[in-house]
């Protein structure tokens, strides 16, 4: 395996988790000066902007030629959010799920894995798939803002107003969402490039890669704004972000690849990971709905969402390991 790629991909995470951090800042505080409401920040900017990184990363992945990595990080993300994050999150505090409108896109987003599951089953995603999703996409984005308009009380909202008291300045908030944006497209390159030489040395597919190391570093932006979020008490900010990330990652990270290139999918994408990433959006939706008792999470459930993550990790390292011959030779 080549040093300097792992040198690289440990200091490019390092860059990316904290451009994306002031990416987000920047633009949050941005649209609260220009007016936006406060539930529409948490929905779009807070939960859609943390994963700008997946976005960017995957799209160079596809121009690349890299597909699995492309892929292999959206769905890869979407397990880590829910199995890796909220696990920990609800270890630390129990989740309690307050918002209505957090409520009511836990079903849009089992929807859009189901619609992901229908376009994949042929193992090919088309450029027309891709524009299907982007299509569920932009229109997720007008219902959005006309909840947060017909919603104005939610709880969401209210923590997001009391998180944005003091936004930054106009110009300090151009300033962070630009060198945010900057940094972020220059670290999601050069981590592309890490990633394809480590699968290279291991004589791994680019899926596996995708779905562990890239994966989860993408993901962290998503980690420390959570954790933040429930030691402030702030639950529902914790759970929109993750709800918000995982219907960017599946509609517009992998609708935004599939544009720049049709992508060819491996069987066990199907049978494995869109099976588990499945798996877990139903058990979060349960919960969110309080269908066998209150809306929350709590520690027994996270405890259970970070087996569900070491199991599946693990395997897929195993994979790994077997695809090297460093397991079981």
Not at 46 to 56: H, K, L, N, V
Request: with cysteine.
């Amino acid at each position: 395996m080549s040093l300097t790629a792992v040198v690289a991909i440990v200091a490019v995470l390092a860059v990316l988790i904290w451009s994306a951090d002031k990416f987000v800042l920047g633009a949050a505080s941005l649209a609260r000066r220009l007016g936006m409401a406060p539930l529409l920040i948490g929905m779009l900017i807070i939960g859609f902007g943390t994963s700008a990184p997946e976005m960017i990363v995957s799209a160079f992945a596809s121009w690349q030629g890299n597909p699995g990595i492309a892929l292999g990080n959206a769905y890869g993300s979407n397990i880590v959010n829910i199995a890796l994050i909220l696990g920990l999150t609800a270890l630390i505090s129990p989740i309690a799920v307050q918002s209505s409108v957090v409520r009511r896109e836990m079903p849009v987003l089992l929807g859009v894995t189901a619609l992901t599951v229908v376009l994949l089953w042929n193992l090919h995603l088309s450029r027309l798939d891709a524009l299907i999703l982007l299509a569920v996409f932009v229109a997720l984005v007008g219902w959005s803002i006309y909840e947060s308009a017909r919603s104005p009380d939610d709880p969401l909202g209210a923590e997001v107003a009391a998180e944005m008291a003091q936004p930054l300045t106009i110009r300090m908030a151009l300033l962070w969402t630009l060198l945010g944006l900057v940094l972020l497209i220059i670290s999601s390159r050069a981590l592309v490039w890490g990633a394809v030489e480590i699968a290279t040395s291991l004589g791994v597919s680019d899926l596996i890669i995708g779905l562990t190391i890239v994966a989860i570093g993408t993901s962290l932006p998503e980690l420390a704004s959570s954790i933040a979020a429930i030691r402030r008490n702030e639950h529902d900010i914790a759970l929109g972000n993750i709800v918000g990330s995982n219907l960017f990652n599946t509609l517009a990270v992998v609708g935004i690849a599939g544009v720049i290139g049709p992508i060819e999918a491996p069987p066990e994408i199907l049978t494995r990971d869109l099976a588990v990433m499945s798996a877990l959006t139903v058990a979060l939706l349960v919960v969110c709905l309080g269908i066998r008792g209150p809306a929350r999470i709590n520690r027994i459930e996270g405890a259970l969402l970070l087996a569900v993550f070491v199991g599946y990790t693990g395997y897929l390292i195993t994979t790994v390991g077997s695809a090297a011959g460093i397991v079981g030779g």
